[in-house]
């Protein structure tokens, strides 16, 4: 999922990552966050866990551009629940990430960056492409030759048995496994339209 912010890495200051330490800080003013993301090229979200009040209104600045990977949002809640087995659900931080970045999406027009559903290399090669014009940065094509080669998985190395039921679509086992999480997911309106515009057709719930 960090794949995005490593590849721009290459090409621009760690901005994303500072911002990032900046909000993960309680010595922080939020103000005072926002006055610096408008300042930078690029904010890179992950936009689960940061704050979308401050990705709108630093993106309200024509010079900051937003780019933000996207995977499906019951792959997510997979890939937590299975980082962290002792978490007490749900997990709201991801599901109401959702639900928040619907209501802005029109207002911020970021980049949106499939990465778990951009299957061929040449596509991969164009979304790369892409990122680096929205970045305003000139693409380097040995590079996006070796990263759309190597395109690293968004649900992590290795199996296991929350990831081999997404992969099987064993919806009732996932349901009885994320509980509330999966519950809440799905009331989530105009999601899954959201979703199929951005290329998500086959989604299993």
């Known amino acids: 999922m960090h794949f995005v912010a ?3 890495e290459h090409y621009l200051s760690a901005n994303h990552q500072t911002l990032r330490r900046m909000l993960d800080s309680s010595g922080t003013n939020e103000a005072e966050a926002i006055e610096w993301a408008k300042k930078q090229p690029l904010i890179h979200a992950h936009f689960s866990r940061e704050p979308i ?3 709108k209104r630093a993106a309200q ?3 900051t551009k937003v780019i933000i990977p996207l995977r499906d949002p019951l792959l997510s809640l997979v890939t937590w629940r299975h980082r962290n087995p002792n978490a007490i659900e749900p997990t709201p931080f991801i599901v109401k990430g959702w639900a928040d970045l619907l209501s802005i999406d029109e207002q911020i027009k970021p980049l949106y960056v499939p990465v778990d559903i951009t299957k061929m290399r040449d ?3 164009q979304l790369l492409m892409t990122i680096c014009m929205k970045a305003g ?10 990263w759309a080669l190597r395109w690293p998985a968004p649900t992590g ?3 296991y048995q929350l990831k081999c039921w997404y992969k099987e679509g064993n919806v009732q086992k996932l ?3 994320l509980g509330q999480d999966f519950k809440d ?5 105009g999601l899954k339209r959201f979703l199929n515009k951005r290329g998500y057709r086959n989604l299993i719930w």
Do not use: C, S
């Open 175 to 177: 349901n009885e496994a």
């Open 53 to 55: 009040g401050l990705i």
């Open 137 to 146: 940065v000139k693409p380097q094509l040995p590079m996006i030759e070796d």
């Open 61 to 63: 600045d024509k010079d």
């Open 123 to 125: 596509a991969r090669r």
């Open 6 to 8: 490593n590849f721009l």
């Open 157 to 159: 190395q290795g199996d």
């Open 185 to 189: 997911l799905k009331k989530i309106r």
